[in-house]
């Protein structure tokens, strides 16, 4: 999916069902306003960081409730057959843990996996910096799986990459995502002027990892066009060396898609 297709998909609280890498076949639910990326990061490989997708603050009024997604996803029963979903995500266009109807809208989501597609797995993607928010880890620890991203090792790659909207450090982001217990952790490695895949970079990721003790750990890199022309995606081999010292220095099983 290219970012001028995120963009009209996002329009929709529920959309798909998408053949995921990670996920299988996933119906995708947004819980945040269309038009606009409500994100607290602005990540640079993100393929909905453009011009289209301002970080549009006073859409907060227009956060969909969970009245809203239940029926969007009683819509999407109707061509989605009880078999043809594997996984129903809660992301969405900016991080879902922002919405203030989240709790009701997992318990939506929930509903309708158990009724409609009972096989399928529920999970969340966040990047954690909410998780220290009790009613965000209330919510999150409705659903099946809880994918948190972690992308860097120092505050430089946080900063430059990540690009919180407010201050936050790598110490503070990843006291946040410690109080989440049982979560996997996601990882996007990019290269070009900022780059998170240098020996040291690693090095002290994976110290992170150690101390955070994630059930696994999704190495990945660009599967859509990012809005920022000079971010380069990584190749495989060198994601599978990654994958192999994570696994070497800390045991946690490490994937690549």
């Known amino acids: 999916m290219n970012a001028v297709q995120a963009h009209n998909d996002m329009q929709q609280f529920v959309f798909g069902p998408y053949d995921s890498r990670r996920f299988g076949r996933s119906l995708v639910v947004n819980p945040l306003p269309t ?3 409500i994100c607290n990061f602005d990540c640079v490989y993100c ?3 453009t011009g289209s997708w301002p970080l549009a603050w006073e859409l907060r009024p227009q956060f969909p409730s969970a009245e ?5 996803l009683l819509a999407a029963a109707n061509t989605s057959a009880p078999d043809d979903l594997d996984s129903i995500t809660i992301a969405g266009n900016g991080e879902p843990s922002l919405s203030p109807h989240l709790n009701e809208i997992v318990d939506v989501v929930n509903a309708a996996r158990d009724r409609d597609w009972p096989q399928a797995r529920t999970i969340i993607l966040s990047n954690g910096s909410m998780c220290h928010k009790q009613g965000v880890r209330a919510a999150f620890a409705k659903v099946d799986e809880r994918v948190i991203k972690l992308d860097a090792g120092s505050n430089w790659i946080l900063d430059q990459m990540n690009r ?3 201050k936050l450090s790598l110490t503070e982001l990843l006291r946040r995502i410690s109080m989440m217990p049982e979560i996997t952790i996601q990882s996007m490695f990019v290269q070009g002027p900022v780059d998170n895949t240098g020996a040291k970079e690693i ?9 955070l003790r994630p059930a696994s750990v999704h190495i990945y890199s660009l599967d859509r066009r990012p ?3 000079w971010v380069r995606e990584v190749h495989r081999n060198e994601l599978e060396s990654i994958a192999k010292y994570v696994e070497s220095m800390t045991a946690i099983p490490a994937q690549v898609f």
């Open 47 to 49: 393929s909905c960081a």
């Open 227 to 229: 809005a920022m022309k």
């Open 68 to 72: 809203s997604i239940h029926a969007a």
């Open 203 to 211: 090095e002290a990721w994976t110290g992170w990892l150690a101390q």
């Open 35 to 37: 038009g606009s990326r």
């Open 164 to 166: 919180p909207v407010s």
